[in-house]
């Protein structure tokens, strides 16, 4: 998997992960997700998505556009 694969489906992952989870969605800024929560769930279900090269690592290049997609890039 290379890291623009990974990128260009971020937001089909995020609306399954949103629909699998019963999450609110679209963020309005009322509610917090939570990226381990998603990370466990992507893991779990689409383990490729998670392996690609980055600095410093994948996990945390998912939870930059995270929290980008949820609007919490506040916190970072």
């Known amino acids: 998997m290379k890291k623009g694969e990974a990128e260009a489906a971020m937001p089909h992952l995020l ?5 699998h989870a019963n999450e609110p969605w679209p963020p309005d800024g009322l509610y917090h997700y939570s990226f ?5 769930w992507l893991q779990n ?5 998670t392996q690609f ?5 994948a996990r ?3 939870e930059m556009w995270f929290d980008r997609m949820t609007k919490q890039a506040w916190r970072n």
Not at 15 to 19: N, S, Y
Not at 45 to 49: A, D, E, I, K, Q
């Open 60 to 62: 945390y290049v998912m």
């Open 15 to 19: 609306d399954k992960w949103v629909e």
């Open 36 to 40: 381990g929560t998603f990370w466990t």
């Open 45 to 49: 279900n689409h383990h490729p998505y």
């Open 53 to 57: 090269r980055a600095v410093p690592n």
